[in-house]
């Protein structure tokens, strides 16, 4: 029996996806290892390229082994994988590579997560008002991913920003 979480993932929320990757990710380049962002970049140009071509996302091994090369890379340049920066880091490119392996809804849903996670690990760095303007309209957008997601094929882009918008300014205190 399939479950809703299982159900293939819908092509074009795809690129809602992308977006909420670099919406998240993008800020935290200017305190990582140039390394760990071009990674991350790497992983998602490569991402886009497949969706983009429709070619085949790659498989499990290929999958472990960026896992490992990654954490490794990782403990390599912080000589540990706990702690603030090391955390973030691994955040930021599990994001990445979570994008390689974006089959079903579950694997989308862990993306918006992740993306969710990595909006609060901002504010370890950084608390000023650009920053806060930032991470309001990432969260918006990733509020309005998880609608998309949600709504399947019906929902249209409109539809998922602006119910995204009245929830997030419901939020406000």
């Given at each position: 029996?399939?479950?809703?979480?299982?159900?293939?993932?819908?092509?074009?929320?795809?690129?809602?996806?992308?977006?909420?990757?670099?919406?998240?990710?993008?800020?935290?380049?200017?305190?990582?290892?140039?390394?760990?962002?071009?990674?991350?970049?790497?992983?998602?140009g490569?991402?886009?390229?497949?969706?983009?071509?429709?070619?085949?996302?790659?498989?499990?091994?290929l999958?472990?082994?960026?896992?490992?090369?990654g954490?490794?890379?990782?403990?390599?340049?912080?000589?540990?994988?706990?702690?603030?920066?090391?955390?973030v880091?691994?955040?930021?490119?599990?994001?990445?590579?979570?994008?390689?392996?974006?089959?079903?809804?579950?694997?989308?849903?862990?993306?918006?997560?992740?993306?969710?996670?990595?909006?609060?690990?901002?504010?370890?760095?950084?608390?000023?008002?650009?920053?806060?303007?930032?991470?309001?309209?990432?969260?918006?957008?990733?509020?309005?991913?998880?609608?998309?997601?949600?709504?399947?094929?019906?929902?249209?882009?409109?539809?998922?920003?602006?119910?995204a918008?009245?929830?997030?300014l419901?939020?406000?205190?």
């Amino acid at each position: 029996m399939s479950t809703r979480a299982e159900e293939a993932l819908d092509r074009q929320a795809t690129p809602w996806l992308f977006a909420c990757a670099i919406a998240t990710a993008l800020p935290h380049a200017a305190h990582q290892a140039y390394w760990l962002s071009a990674a991350s970049l790497l992983l998602l140009g490569w991402a886009v390229g497949l969706w983009w071509k429709n070619e085949r996302l790659p498989g499990r091994w290929l999958l472990i082994l960026l896992v490992v090369a990654g954490c490794g890379g990782i403990l390599i340049e912080f000589r540990t994988l706990f702690g603030r920066d090391a955390g973030v880091a691994m955040l930021v490119v599990f994001m990445a590579m979570k994008l390689l392996e974006l089959k079903s809804r579950r694997d989308a849903m862990v993306v918006i997560v992740l993306g969710y996670f990595l909006l609060l690990t901002h504010y370890l760095y950084s608390q000023s008002i650009p920053t806060g303007i930032w991470l309001l309209l990432a969260l918006w957008l990733l509020t309005a991913t998880l609608i998309r997601l949600h709504g399947g094929a019906s929902s249209t882009r409109s539809m998922s920003l602006r119910y995204a918008a009245r929830l997030c300014l419901q939020a406000v205190p």
